[in-house]
């Protein structure tokens, strides 16, 4: 059976463990962070395509792999297989989270969760954008949250 979902490419990575990842490089978490700042300031504005993953254009998937890649974490490559990474966690969230839209059983999204209740994500009609995690239910009615980075701590 194959579940299709709005940001998902074909591509595939070996799965993650159910841990969040360590970042390599010995950063701190704090450091990871503030690191996850600065990356997702650069990729501000790039244009959404489907199953991009490039500075070029990128998918939501995309995007995210891009991200934690430039912070020394390999994700997988489609929201689908991104669902499944890191552990679940329920609010608070932490900054690094990711934020999984889901509607009918189906992953259809997914974004990065930056704190003070903002998201970062590749939308389809704007771009890579900062906005209101309540901006996600637009594209489904149900958000779960997986945490990657180390808590900090």
Same mark, same amino acid.
């Given at each position: 059976?194959?579940?299709?979902?709005a940001?998902q490419?074909?591509?595939?990575?070996?799965?993650?463990s159910?841990?969040?990842?360590?970042?390599?490089?010995?950063?701190t978490?704090?450091?990871?962070?503030?690191?996850?700042?600065?990356?997702?300031?650069?990729?501000?504005?790039?244009?959404y395509? #489907?199953? +991009?993953?490039?500075?070029g254009?990128?998918?939501c998937? &995309?995007?995210?792999?891009? /991200?934690? %890649? *430039?912070?020394g974490?390999?994700?997988?490559?489609t929201?689908?297989e991104q669902? #499944?990474? +890191?552990?679940?966690?329920?609010?608070?969230l932490a900054p &690094?989270?990711l934020?999984? /839209?889901s %509607? *009918?059983?189906?992953?259809?999204?997914?974004?990065?969760?930056?704190?003070n209740?903002?998201?970062?994500h590749a939308?389809?009609?704007?771009?890579?954008?900062?906005?209101?995690l309540?901006a996600l239910f637009?594209i489904?009615?149900?958000?779960?949250?997986r945490?990657?980075?180390?808590?900090?701590?």
């Amino acid at each position: 059976m194959l579940i299709l979902s709005a940001c998902q490419s074909t591509a595939r990575f070996a799965q993650l463990s159910g841990e969040p990842a360590r970042p390599t490089g010995g950063h701190t978490s704090s450091s990871v962070q503030e690191q996850l700042q600065r990356v997702v300031q650069a990729w501000i504005g790039t244009p959404y395509c #489907r199953g +991009g993953a490039e500075a070029g254009c990128v998918d939501c998937s &995309g995007f995210v792999q891009q /991200v934690f %890649a *430039a912070l020394g974490i390999q994700l997988p490559r489609t929201s689908l297989e991104q669902a #499944r990474v +890191g552990s679940s966690v329920q609010e608070p969230l932490a900054p &690094g989270d990711l934020v999984i /839209v889901s %509607a *009918a059983g189906q992953v259809r999204h997914v974004a990065i969760y930056l704190g003070n209740g903002q998201i970062v994500h590749a939308s389809r009609r704007r771009g890579v954008v900062i906005e209101p995690l309540q901006a996600l239910f637009h594209i489904g009615p149900h958000l779960h949250f997986r945490r990657i980075l180390p808590a900090d701590g």
